[in-house]
């Protein structure tokens, strides 16, 4: 089978992370991505070096041919910001027959005649997916890679960690209001893909604040080797921005890092409160979960084993490859079965 990805940007995001490890769940099959903005990343040399991948860089106005000329099987159009409705205004019906829109944004879809779509979370469904007939999707969750559940863990003592990518949404307003409040006296706080305005407001403050920040560029440090050290993995974002199925916790919930994160988005779906995590709804919460895992060794290691497990079953690339297909048997039951098979 011959799979087409259009997507915007070959840089470092979620989608990007998606579509590589969709690529190696699928290796017997075909892909080409076709994107428009790119810049040299791990991501892009380790797409560059599996063979069943192509890569295709375009500019925008040109799409629409540049798509139609791949004569794919499925086309997966990986949505988030700038990609809107107007990307499939004139796309063949050959192409339309045989698309599927993958959410990566936590927003309202538009509902494209002929396309199937792909929801990561059954609250990105809900919520996003409003205007789509219920038998148009279905819920696939992010898959992780192998290497995060092999990470040999090698915690420092009353740390916390966290990692994104260095974009404002990531961060939550009271970032250092919440972390000066959790154990101020012994916390040290690692983020891998910190904002300079983070850093600038250690140094203007560093006299004041009572723990340690060790903020890390994103991409100076391999993320498996990151979640080696973390006690607890915290995430809060800002107040109007959610997740649709954050790679982030889960690969934290892989290399089995006990989390504290918001309740909010596609999160409430990888997380069960008090089981594989700790879901929270304010500012204490997220103080009093993280002391309260910092003071019981016993639950955190069984909130990290909890997860891991939820993490394998889940979302774990050895069984992300016959998800997908089936997934895409279920939504174009008659149109791509035979091909699915080939």
């Not at 070096?49 to 925008?60: G, H, K, Q, S, T």
């Not at 002391?291 to 050895?318: G, M, P, V, Y």
């Amino acid at each position: 089978m011959k799979i087409v990805h259009r997507f915007y940007d070959l840089l470092i995001g979620g989608a990007e992370v998606v579509i590589l490890h969709t690529a190696r769940a699928l290796a017997e099959h075909e892909h080409v991505l076709i994107f428009s903005r790119y810049a040299r990343s791990w991501i892009s040399d380790s797409l560059s070096e599996l063979p069943n991948v192509r890569l295709l860089r375009i500019d925008p106005t040109e799409a629409s041919t540049s798509i139609a000329q791949q004569n794919a099987d499925l086309h997966c159009f990986h949505y988030y910001p700038p990609m809107s409705e107007s990307d499939f205004r004139n796309l063949p019906s050959r192409v339309l027959s045989s698309t599927v829109i993958v959410n990566h944004w936590h927003t309202e879809l538009p509902l494209i005649l002929g396309a199937k779509y792909v929801f990561l979370s059954e609250e990105s469904r809900n919520q996003t997916g409003v205007n789509i007939p219920f038998s148009s999707g279905c819920v696939l969750i992010n898959p992780v890679d192998t290497s995060f559940f092999d990470i040999r863990r090698t915690p420092l003592r009353h740390t916390v960690g966290r990692h994104s990518r260095a974009v404002s949404i990531k961060f939550s307003d009271d970032f250092f209001v919440v972390a000066e409040a959790i154990q101020p006296s012994r916390l040290t706080m690692m983020v891998l893909g910190s904002l300079p305005k983070l850093v600038d407001y250690v140094g203007a403050n560093v006299r004041r604040l009572a723990n340690s920040y060790w903020f890390l560029p994103f991409g100076s440090l391999r993320v498996t080797e990151f979640l080696r050290y973390p006690e607890i993995y915290l995430y809060q974002t800002r107040h109007d921005f959610a997740e649709t199925c954050p790679m982030n916790i889960l690969e934290a919930m892989a290399a089995g890092v006990p989390i504290v994160a918001e309740r909010k988005g596609g999160i409430i779906d990888l997380i069960k409160h008090g089981e594989s995590g700790m879901l929270c709804d304010d500012r204490d919460d997220f103080v009093n979960y993280s002391n309260r895992l910092f003071d019981d060794e016993t639950a955190r290691k069984r909130i990290a084993d909890c997860a891991q497990q939820w993490a394998f079953d889940h979302a774990s690339l050895s069984r992300y490859g016959a998800k997908f297909l089936q997934a895409m048997d279920t939504l174009f039951a008659i149109s791509l079965s035979k091909n699915i098979g080939q």
